[in-house]
Structure formats: structure tokens, C-alpha cells
């Protein structure tokens, strides 16, 4: 298995182990280090049954979106409403981006395109 593992590799997996082990063991520390102040101080330790608090990592959903694809979607759906304009939550339907990234957007950098017009509460038209 290990046969076609350059040992270059094999060398820094051993360093990556010894330092996994190192840290583990200043876990270790830690957490009787936090034992004897729960018993010190008569804080009385966790009962699993109650449930553990877990934490998840969420994986990105996505990649980032490029610099000014948000203007982009705006004005093209702006454009397709034509004089009658779009409010912020038809706006926040169609493109799929929350309405409080919408306000913040039409406040920011909505006032420097030209011929973007509010023309009612929370509506826009392009033109």
C-alpha cells in the first residue's frame, strides 16, 4: 500500500502525525485543566443524556460569485421590466439573493448607475 508513496510524503504524514499527537495531548491538558476548576468551584460536568451540543461546518454552496455579477443579474432583470419597473421582493424571487442584500445594494451602489430611478417604496425601474 504504501510502495508507491514517494517517502518525501511519508516524511511529512509522520510530522503531520507527531504534531496531530502533540496537539492532541495540550487537548488533554486542557480539558483536566478545566475538570479540576468544575470541581474546584462545584460546577457540576455535562450530563450526555441532556445532548451535545455538536458543531457542523457547512460546506460552501457554491464558489463566489465574480466582482459585479450582482449588477449584472439587477440591471438584465431591471431591463426586462421594463417602464413599469421591479420591487426588491419580485427582484429578491427571481434572482434568488435575500431582500436585505437588495436594499443594501440599491442604497450602495444602485445610486451610482445611471438611469436606475426609484419610482415608488422598494421599486426600481432601469431607464
Known sequence: MFTTIPSSTLRKLVKLCERKEALMAQIQDIDREMMRLQRKFAVPPRNPALGVARVTVTPAKGRRAKRGALKEKILRALRA????????SDLSRKLGVRPANLYVWFNGTGRNVRGLKKIGTAKYRLG
Open 81 to 88: 421590466a421594463g417602464k413599469k419597473g421591479a420591487t426588491v
